[in-house]
DNA sequence: CTGATTTGTGCATTATATTTCACAGACCCA
DNA sequence: TGGGTCTGTGAAATATAATGCACAAATCAG
């Protein structure tokens, strides 16, 4: 009776997790989220430690308040391993099946910076939704050949160059050649634009 | 406000629907898949309506007896963020003898990015002063193998293994393989630490 | 140092999710 | 006809989500 079903849930977890996430790197304090999304922060702060086991309605006005799908609250957290005064961390990454693999994440009070590894298959596609407003990712060819789709215009870029460009907006890769190819990429976000 | 947050929500329609879809398709009365799911029968009527707002233990519960996961059965909604437009650009990596070229530069208040491309030939190494106070480094291997000396510390990186460091400090690095060796390294600086 | 802001915690109160029990209508089958 | 299961609804009781307030510790700017 007394423990019924607390922060053992893998779900009120992911919860707890993301919003912490989501928040500070939207700079949002909690008394402003709260405000904002309309609940008390003492919620705020129970749901943030995993200590409760919140209402679906409470889950979502948080998600809205953050701009956020419902989904992508409950959904498990990125590996943040990041922050802090004097970080010295050795990532070993290689899952080679996997399109993507975070390497690191580091998270400011202003902004947060991902780096990320990824690889296609010879004519692969993959499509994004749009990163938060103001994101914008840096890519850097490794291998083989890229095009980036953006709902203007479309790139094609050759290994060894590198491509900027605002992700705040429907975007796709692809990779119209016959051989795979393999970049790194910089997700760059910061709440006040 | 008595009711305002009820049957109105999305995600609780959401729940709703999927709920009853999977369940009849397996074959559960709401009898069955309620002590299944180890909750009260009275409950799962109003979840099936969408008159309430459960929490979030009592949907993966849910989702548990019939075999789903949890995002099943909030069926993710579509946001649409979009606007804003920033720099494209566009990088022609050069390839010249030069040991590092600077791929990318992002400045924005409170903080400084830049992106480099390096590579050292076999038995090389480059000896580098002390950055800015708070900065610190992410290096990514892309081929060959890389020694980063710190003062206190030395790691050796094979390809495909990335190091965060606090470059605010002497460091160097060294190539101690017989093949040249290639990677990317992020240097974040922020003026406020 | 002071003062302002942010965050975590305890506790009493209110709102509501959840349970349990009871009953009624609908459907199927013998 | 009547007994069986399945389903929706109502109401009272209980568990707990959610609020509001007060306070302490940590952080940070002046």
Known sequence: MSKSS?????????????????????????????????????????????????????????????????????????????????????????????????????VRPGMVLELWRWQLAAGDSYHAEADAPGCHEIIYLLSGVLEVRLPQQCHQLQAGQSLTFASDQLYSYHNPGTLPCAFTKNILMYPHG
């Open 6 to 106: 607390n922060g053992s849930l893998e779900v009120i977890q992911n919860v707890a997790d993301n919003l912490r996430q989501a928040r500070l790197q939207q700079g949002y304090s909690q008394e402003a989220l709260a405000t904002r999304a309309g609940i008390s922060r003492r919620m705020l702060v129970n749901i943030e430690a995993g200590e409760n086991n919140a209402s679906i309605a409470t889950v979502d006005k948080l998600a809205s308040a953050l701009g956020l799908a419902f989904s992508e609250m409950v959904r498990p957290a990125f590996p943040t391993r990041n922050e802090s005064s004097l970080p010295l961390r050795i990532w070993q990454g290689e899952q080679a099946d996997s399109h993507a693999s975070l390497l690191e994440s580091v």
